[in-house]
């Protein structure tokens, strides 16, 4: 799609919805397989997280499969399966499962969610190499304003 060195001419006529898509598709491979080689993956983290009530739940209260789709509707990927993931946490001792079918996080999936939350600095850092946080700022701020352009979502 461009050359190896293009100018700044030449980037300024570039669809940003193209390159959104590839680097929204390679941050995403890139921290799953980082996440990956420490024992887990996103979507068992986002399970802690969002049964968490010392994070994302609300009340603490568990959830169904259901209704943990529904929670994290807006980012999970078509391959993600909850209810395989869930099971996974299950046998580690980290989810209990009550009659109702309610997920519902114990104490050690808890001291996990904290453990597995210390290796996002880590990812970050490695996406971040060679970008100052100016540069990181502006980029975010144009993302934001393209996004406002366009219609999209609810961002100041």
């Known amino acids: 799609m461009t050359t190896p060195h293009p100018t700044d001419a030449e980037l300024a ?13 390679a941050l995403i491979a890139h921290t799953r397989v980082r996440q990956a080689e420490a024992g887990y993956t996103q979507p068992q983290f986002w399970l802690l997280r969002n049964l968490s009530p010392h994070d994302l739940s609300p009340d603490g209260e568990g959830m169904t ?4 789709r529904e929670a994290m509707a807006s980012y999970l ?5 909850l209810a395989a993931e869930s099971e996974v946490l299950l046998r580690r001792g980290w989810l209990t499962r009550d009659a109702a079918d309610r997920l519902r996080l114990t104490e050690a999936g808890e001291q996990a969610r904290v ?3 210390r290796n996002a600095p880590a990812i970050r850092a490695a996406l971040h190499e060679g970008i100052d946080d100016a540069d990181y700022v502006t ?3 144009v993302l934001r304003r393209l996004i406002r352009n366009a219609g999209g979502g609810t961002v100041a």
Do not use: C, F, N, S
């Open 13 to 25: 006529a570039q669809p940003a919805a193209y390159w959104t898509g590839v680097a929204h598709e």
């Open 65 to 68: 499969i259901p209704q943990l």
């Open 77 to 81: 990927r078509p391959e993600d399966d």
């Open 115 to 117: 453990d597995l939350a």
């Open 139 to 141: 980029t975010m701020k």
